[in-house]
């Protein structure tokens, strides 16, 4: 006779229910052992069963099957770079991933597995925390040690299980590469296919079936990632009357091509400083700031510091060093700033200040003389029958 026995799961007592089953698990191996016996016979009292040698000879390894698609977890997602943009996600069993992140809708769809195709063709942008391109390495579960005979991933024992970088239900880190900066990227797929001989992949539907199998859920909880900010301001316009309206102040106007705050200090042309470095702008205080491109600010220079009590001097020509920052920020809207350089500090504005200023410096701008002189009378005498002299001073140049 033959007989089909159909096994649910194995004993084992829970809370003195001896009828509790511990049910099988998905791409398990388990050790199968047979027991039989015959049926009582009249007046026996104990059936005869095999003897335990017997059992032992029945031992068979089976594999469940592994039917069904990895699951997905979305952990966190930010930009490390201006190009990079790094998705932190968990798998529920061994598999390798691939992550894509668009610009602009790449339209994926799921006939005939095209998500599929478009995400593993962006995989020379794609790559775990360690250089690793996706698709060349796996994330681990503890049935890779047993499972030769299925797709040969190069862990056969606990210790090469513990030596592997990326293991289910643990944090794996894949980074998006070649991205452009400062760009919104709100389509980020990432795409997962588990370590069967014929994998069962993820699934990709933008209607139904949300869950941690489908791409698209994934997208969804990634959500829009904008790449760093990494560049420092630069001046559009960087200008100021020469010589001053007013005999005690210079006036900065000036553009960044970005949100951000300029800082500007001055220093007498004839005082021997060839250059100010950044913290000397700085410590002078005079700042203003400007919310994006094409707005329009004013810093009224006054003074060499700002705490200083002496004003600019009149008729002095000085020296005018601009300096900025930007109003960068980072994936969590904290800010991350980036600066001009002590170069472009140092370069002159050149010819075309109004609209494309070379640098951050003016030199040799005019404070306009507007008081008129002091005269002191020193002394007077007859010369001769038909002159005479007066001894004047003057406390400026001039002509009297």
């Known amino acids: 006779h033959t007989v089909t026995v159909e096994i649910l799961g194995y004993d084992r007592p829970v809370n003195s229910d001896p009828t509790y089953v511990t049910p099988l698990v998905l791409g398990t191996d388990y050790d199968v052992y047979c027991y039989a016996d015959d049926d009582l016979c009249a007046g026996c009292k104990v059936t005869n069963g095999v003897s335990f040698a017997a059992v032992t000879a029945t031992q068979w390894q089976i594999r469940t099957l592994d039917l069904t698609p990895p ?3 979305f952990i966190a997602a930010e930009s490390i770079a201006h190009d990079k943009i790094i998705i932190t ?76 970088n990326w293991k289910y239900n643990q944090d794996v880190d894949i980074i998006v590469n070649s991205l452009q900066e400062e760009t919104d990227y709100p389509y980020i797929y990432c795409y997962a296919e588990d370590d069967e001989l014929v994998p069962n992949k993820m699934i990709f539907d933008d209607v139904l079936n949300a869950g941690p199998r489908n791409v698209h859920t994934m997208k969804t909880e990634i ?36 949100a951000g705050t300029a800082y500007c200090r001055v220093t007498r042309s004839d005082s021997g400083e060839t250059t100010l470095r950044i913290n000397q702008i700085l410590s002078a ?17 006054d003074k060499l510091e700002v705490t200083d ?92």
């Not at 301001?233 to 006036?251: G, Q, S």
């Not at 700042?287 to 810093?299: H, L, Y």
Request: hydrophobic share 35%; net charge negative; aromatic share 10%.
């Open 71 to 73: 699951q997905m977890r």
């Open 89 to 164: 996600l968990q798998v529920d069993e061994g598999a390798k991933v691939w992550c894509a992140a668009w610009a602009t809708d790449p339209n994926l769809v799921a006939t005939a597995q095209d998500y599929e195709t478009r995400i593993k063709a962006e995989s020379a942008t794609c790559e775990d925390n360690l250089g690793n391109q996706c698709g060349s390495f796996w994330v681990y579960d503890l049935d890779d040690i047993e499972d030769t005979t299925l797709v040969a991933d190069g862990v056969a024992s606990k210790a090469e299980y513990d030596a592997t």
């Open 223 to 258: 959500g829009t990632i904008q790449t760093l900010d990494e560049s420092p301001p630069i001046f559009t316009k960087l200008a100021m009357l020469d010589p001053t309206d007013v005999n005690d102040r210079i006036v900065v106007t000036f553009q960044l091509n970005e």
């Open 285 to 301: 205080n005079y700042p203003a700031v400007v919310s994006g491109p094409g707005v329009e600010a004013e810093i009224t220079v």
């Open 309 to 400: 009590k002496l004003n600019l001097y009149e008729a002095s020509q000085y020296d005018v060093y601009c300096w900025a920052k930007d109003s960068a920020v980072d994936t969590h809207f904290q800010p991350r700033p980036n600066y001009m350089t002590q170069t472009y500090l140092e370069t002159d504005v050149g010819a075309n200040f109004l609209t494309n200023p070379l640098g951050g410096r003016t030199r040799y701008v005019w404070v306009k003389d507007t008081t008129p002189p002091t005269m002191i009378y020193v002394s007077s005498e007859a010369l001769t029958d038909s002159i005479i002299q007066i001894t004047l001073q003057l406390d400026e140049p001039g002509t009297v």
